[in-house]
């Protein structure tokens, strides 16, 4: 009996062995399983990661773009871009298309998102797509009182625009101005300032659309500007109307929204086109440029046509000359075009009544 139970006992100890030996790849296996079902529940969006050079393929057009609109150098734009998002592969690029790390500000009405920056938990802007963030961005700077001396530089003067930048706390860096100045210069962005392609530099093949995938709603934009000469006045582009042209075919050629056109010529809607006609392609200045002090008035002229002469706000142009908006001046009035009029010149305008001497 003993010797029989040892048997079972040992013939026992085998067949346990055999069952845990058999569940082990089960239970391994069911693991696994587990474990695929956990993660497929948590799965994370993968983001391809753009190196430099492939991000100023994808993008330059909307530099460029928002140069013709805005007036800030396109070499600036970018660098800021690449600086900012790390060439758009910051976690705020690629979750929120926000390439320039702009935050919310009390102004910004649109959808949000929380970043550690600066601080902890800081709120950032966040758009729809990476052209929104471009557009934002030009408004941002345009907008911005303490911005507004930078459009009295050249469009090609990046060195002073990235140092300008700096002055005016876009970033708290000590070397933001340097990076971009580098930036800009190691990758040739100055090129774009002068509207000429950087494309030659790239291969044909293109990776444009599974970045739009990635990153949702990339727009691409080419330029043309073959119709028409774009010539600067007081650091302005403008185009002259020529036969043929309309408000919307002058909008589409130069890629700007429809009320852009009217907005920056100061004209309504319902405005006729005429063939000569000059037109503004980025916002009028508040004074014209250094060496048009003031303007002597010809026949036929008005306040609006001496405003576009110059490239100045015409509101501006009214409060430079105390005079009521809506009126006109006399021919052979001095208009002042860069600084206030004083009151010795007010003096000097106010006709004498005849026959009074100052004696009662």
Not at 272 to 279: E, T, Y
Request: proline fraction near 2%; include cysteine.
């Amino acid at each position: 009996m003993n010797i029989i139970f040892t048997v079972v006992q040992i013939n026992k100890k085998k067949m346990t062995k055999k069952v845990i030996l058999l569940l082990i790849p089960i239970l391994i296996a069911s693991c696994k399983v587990q474990q695929v079902q956990r993660s497929s529940k948590n799965t994370k969006t993968t983001y391809v990661s753009i190196e430099r050079k492939e991000y100023i393929k994808l993008y330059n057009n909307l530099a460029i773009k928002e140069m013709k609109r805005s007036g800030i150098p396109a070499s600036i734009t970018l660098a800021q871009a690449m600086l900012e998002s790390d060439n758009g592969n910051s976690t705020l690029a690629q979750k929120a298309n926000n390439h320039f790390g702009i935050k919310c500000h009390n102004s910004w009405k649109g959808p949000k998102v929380f970043h550690d920056d600066d601080k902890r938990n800081e709120c950032f802007r966040k758009y729809k797509s990476v052209y929104s963030s471009y557009i934002d961005h030009s408004n941002f700077i345009a907008n911005g009182n303490r911005y507004q001396f930078l459009f009295d530089f050249p469009i090609t003067d990046y060195k002073s625009w990235a140092k300008g930048l700096q002055k005016a706390g876009y970033a708290t860096s000590r070397t933001y101005a340097t990076l971009l100045i580098k930036i800009i210069e190691d990758n040739q962005l100055y090129v774009f300032d002068k509207g000429e392609s950087f494309s030659e530099n790239y291969s044909e093949e293109s990776n444009s659309d599974s970045q739009q995938v990635v990153l949702d709603d990339v727009d691409n934009f080419t330029i043309n500007l073959n119709k028409h000469t774009v010539k600067e006045l007081n650091r302005i582009d403008y185009i002259i109307v020529k036969g043929g042209d309309t408000f919307e075919s002058i909008t589409e050629e130069f890629g700007m929204l429809p009320f852009e056109i009217f907005k920056y010529n100061e004209l309504k809607q319902s405005t006729k086109i005429q063939v000569g006609l000059l037109l503004f392609l980025q916002p009028k200045r508040t004074k014209a440029e250094v060496g048009s002090e003031f303007h002597i008035v010809k026949e036929e002229e008005t306040m609006y046509s001496i405003s576009q002469v110059y490239g100045i706000k015409i509101k501006s142009l009214y409060g430079k000359n105390l005079m009521e908006e809506g009126t006109e001046p006399s021919v052979g009035q001095k208009i002042w075009l860069r600084k206030i009029k004083s009151y010795s010149d007010v003096i000097d305008e106010t006709p004498a009544i005849e026959g009074f001497d100052g004696e009662k």
